[in-house]
């Protein structure tokens, strides 16, 4: 069982930046795919980025070039820096570790992006 718990959330204005932190439970963390995903009020949940296991990582075409996952296995965490925000980025970021068939989610936390 994995437990995973995001924070970092918060309000900041356009061309902003925010660092999210997903904390892991457990062991073997090592092991999982991390990824982070995002919900805009009316819309479905989407892929933002993943780390692989292996460190690959892969990115949506919105946020190529602004947003940096990473994570530490040493600290069980993984991270979403997100530069250059723009308002289409508000939404509800979610943690996900995956390794078939085991699939957790975090809670969530509230990203806003306005003026």
């Known amino acids: 069982q994995v437990q995973l718990v995001e924070s970092g959330g918060g309000s900041v204005q356009p061309g902003g930046s925010l660092r999210l932190s997903c904390a892991a439970s457990?062991?073997?963390?090592?092991?999982?795919?991390m990824g982070w995903y995002r919900q805009a009020p009316g819309k479905q949940r989407e892929l933002v980025a993943r780390?692989?296991?292996?460190?690959?990582?892969n990115y949506a075409d919105s946020v190529k070039g602004r947003f940096t996952i990473s994570r530490d296995n040493a600290k069980n965490t993984v991270y979403l820096q997100m530069n250059s925000l723009k308002p289409e980025d508000t939404a509800v970021y979610s943690c996900?570790?995956?390794?078939?068939?085991?699939?957790?989610w975090g809670q969530g936390t509230q990203v806003t992006v306005s003026s």
């Open positions: 996900n570790a995956n390794r078939a068939p085991q699939d957790y």
């Open positions: 780390i692989f296991s292996g460190g690959m990582t």
């Open positions: 457990g062991s073997r963390f090592s092991i999982y795919h």
